[in-house]
């Protein structure tokens, strides 16, 4: 593929114009307004009622980071690593952290023993914050980590001899200690891609990224257009916050804006049914399955959904005729859908959808972002496309991407090319307007005798079968054709009797022939998809192997 590309060609401008980005460390930005909603609620935990205002968590916060400081060996610049589950804490561990000038970088606490300390040894952490039910797997992971200082146990028991602090040594000194000075350029966190294409890679943001990407959808009129939140909002997520979208396009926005986020530390469908009634939100942050949940879920009634006005929806494709669905399903259309769409290594907003976005773009993910720059480039040759409707894979410039990837720069230069362009590795086109539409990544398009075939195509196609509640296409190799498009398909309860046959009735007038789904047609139980909803297409590929 190459890396460059001649500048003489179309660049698309962002039709919002630029932002003015404030020198401020990410903290200072986020909570500079926050003395408006002192005694507001920030956070609440949905499942278990525990609840912090602004005013508690700045507070908490500033201790935090000089307690930090203080009471372990840690230096500014140091790493620390997050292991928890989705609890208002997370955010107190962030900002604490990030204001004693250390570098945070998440994970998923699902996460095995393995796969946490590759990611911990890579990104060098010094020190684990993490919760009483998940400080047995802190510790095997601490152990192989070296220059390793101390675990941070979150609301349970310290224990001296074992390096183990409780909540109260992040949170109160004795000593006085100065904080450091912080300067925007510092890379802030070191968020793991999702790993969905190979090994998670270290993406290395800057405060400047991360308080650049809140800037531009702040923008005065992008926020217009976009049915803006208020700190009288209150939203619901189950999203992580050890993914880009729920740290930074959920967790700090919000945080930015003074609103009131419930989150919940996993999905379980009573549990989010309950918190839709408890609660009442007005926003709903998703993505697309949660959405599919939504529409699919018979407990769930448009009763649920009367309080909600808004929803966020982002991370994966999101099918066109989903929007419809959910609208059918609560009976009323004055409910914005916004989708977005963006990467870890764009902190993470490329585009956003304006709620006044005509009908006929339904599907697309919106428009660039301000001060965000792009162009598409044809697959097979690299040379600029420069024409609306026809896909090629997107390259971003913009102050939200990322300065590299952690000790790693072959797989850097591999995507930000001599001219600054970043390579996202989706498939997309442009209409006339300027509006994007993400077809694939190139990465995952099914090569049939030299023909590409997007799955998510195959995938839309399969979801409105009268029947289906989830489905998935991935390639799999055939000596003759080089890949066949297989799809798997999740029955609807009560649909047991559809067969291979009926499905591949419904496809095969509808496509060209070389997107027949000759890969086989298997029903399985559910579609394996990660926290953020991307389908796991590499599981699907191993279970075909494997039969
Ligand atoms: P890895 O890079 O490690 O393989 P990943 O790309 O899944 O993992 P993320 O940064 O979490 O890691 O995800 C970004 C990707 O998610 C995008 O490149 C794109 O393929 C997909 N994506 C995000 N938002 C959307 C959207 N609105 N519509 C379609 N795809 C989306
Ligand atoms: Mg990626």
């Known amino acids: 593929k190459p890396r460059t590309c001649s500048s003489s060609v179309k660049v698309l401008k962002s039709v919002y114009g630029e932002v003015d980005v404030p020198e401020q460390t990410l903290s200072q930005f986020v909570f500079a307004d926050a003395h408006k909603w002192r005694d507001l609620p920030a956070l609440t935990c949905g499942v278990s009622g525990r609840s912090y205002t602004y005013g508690m968590i700045q507070q908490l916060c500033q201790r935090g980071a000089r307690a930090l400081l203080a009471n372990t060996d840690l230096e500014p610049g140091d790493r620390i690593g997050l292991l928890l589950p989705n609890v208002p804490e997370f955010t107190l561990a962030v900002h604490a952290s990030l204001q004693a000038g250390l570098v945070v970088t998440y994970a998923n606490p699902l996460f095995t023993v393995h796969e946490l300390t590759r990611q911990f040894t890579s990104a060098k952490v010094r020190c684990i914050v993490t919760v009483p039910q998940l400080l047995e797997l802190a510790q095997a992971v601490a152990k192989s980590l070296p220059a390793y200082d101390c675990t941070i146990n979150i609301g349970g028991e310290p224990s001296p001899q074992n390096k183990i602090l409780g909540l109260e040594s992040l949170t109160s ?164 859908i916004t989708q977005g769409y963006g990467m870890t290594e764009t902190s993470p907003g490329i585009t956003i959808t304006p709620y006044n976005m005509p009908y006929s773009k339904s599907g697309s993910c919106g428009r660039l972002l301000p001060s965000t720059l792009a162009r598409v480039i044809d697959l097979s040759d690299g040379h600029v496309v420069g024409v609306p409707n026809r896909p090629g894979e997107l390259l971003v410039k913009g102050p939200q991407v990322m300065q590299g990837y952690l000790d790693n720069p072959g797989a850097t230069s591999d995507v930000i090319d001599t001219h600054g362009w970043f390579h996202t590795g989706d498939v997309v086109y442009y209409d006339e307007e300027e509006y994007f539409y993400i077809i694939d990544r190139t990465k995952e398009l099914i090569k049939v005798k030299g023909n590409q075939v997007s799955p998510t195509e195959l995938e839309s196609l399969l979801l409105e079968i009268p029947g289906v509640a989830d489905a998935a296409v991935v390639g799999i190799p055939d000596s003759f054709a080089g890949e066949l498009p297989k799809a798997f398909i999740v029955r609807k309860p009560g649909f047991d009797d559809m067969t ?40 699907l590929k191993n279970l075909c192997s494997q039969n």
């Open 173 to 336: 000194t004795e000593k006085k200690v100065d904080l450091p000075e912080v300067r925007s350029s510092d890379i802030a966190v070191l968020p793991y891609s999702s790993g969905t294409t190979g090994v998670p890679k270290g993406v290395m943001l800057s405060h400047r990224n991360l308080v650049v990407n809140i800037m531009q959808l702040l923008h005065p009129q992008l926020v217009e257009e976009t049915d803006p939140l208020t700190f009288q909002d209150v939203s619901l997520t189950v999203l992580p916050f050890f993914h880009i979208y729920g740290f930074n396009a959920i967790l700090n926005y919000l945080a930015k804006i003074g609103s009131h986020l419930v989150s919940m530390p996993k999905f379980t469908p009573q549990d989010y049914i309950k918190c839709l009634l408890e609660y009442q939100p007005t926003v709903l942050f998703v993505v697309p399955s949660l959405l599919l949940f939504l529409i699919t879920h018979p407990e769930v009634t448009p009763r649920h959904l009367a309080s909600v006005n808004k929803i966020f929806c982002g991370a994966a494709p999101l099918k066109k005729g989903l929007i419809d669905q959910f609208y059918e399903k609560i009976g009323r259309t004055d409910c914005t």
């Open 500 to 539: 291979v046959d009926s499905v591949q009735d419904f496809v095969t007038p509808k496509v060209a022939t070389y997107k027949k789904l000759a890969g086989g047609v298997e029903f399985v139980e559910a579609i394996p998809r990660n926290p953020s909803g991307k389908i796991l297409r590499n599981e």
